[in-house]
């Protein structure tokens, strides 16, 4: 059974007796997952926007969009509508297999990974986590690595509040720290 259907039936009515919830649509629910690389300013050569490109399709299966600047800041030498990074957003079938993979062959593959920590919940419910490299992601092989670079990834809910999102991620099966 995948993580899909898990939650249709088991997750939803666990979450409605933890919450207190009398209709399966009040159910916190997961809406999107963005995965996103920042290109630094000193990093602007072709090859490693090439590789942050390359990495993201492998990893979620899906052409990278890029995340322009919306004003100028001389200071970090950025330009009105400069490419600042790259990013990928999944609904649907595609955001339940890459949450399930996430999960179950992503986090244990982090080297020293003791849990996450319930600090990277936000107060409307969001999870946010950053890897310092890729390689945790199955897709890569540690041969093809030239350049490595940290990604984001950041699941967007429609809990409204920090225990529902906690409870939610609780139940799909997040490696909280205990």
Known sequence: MNLR???????????????????VHSVPKVLKVTVSVGIPAAQ???????????VLSRVTGQKPVDAKAKKSISGFKIRDGMVVGKYVTLRGEKMWSF??????????????????????????????????E???????????VE?????????????GDYEKGLALFKQLGFPFQK
């Open 99 to 132: 949450l399930e993979k996430l999960v179950n062959v992503t986090f244990p593959r982090v080297t020293d990974f003791r849990g996450i920590s319930t600090k990277v919940i936000d107060k409307t419910g969001n999870l946010s986590v950053g890897f310092r």
């Open 134 to 144: 890729y390689l945790p992601f199955p897709e890569i092989s540690p041969d093809e």
């Open 147 to 159: 350049r490595v670079c940290g990604i984001q990834v950041t699941i967007t809910t429609d809990a």
């Open 44 to 54: 602007k050569d072709s090859k490693f926007i090439e590789t942050v490109e390359h």
């Open 5 to 23: 259907e898990r939650y249709n039936k088991e997750i939803v009515p666990a979450l409605q007796k933890e919450l207190g919830a009398t209709n």
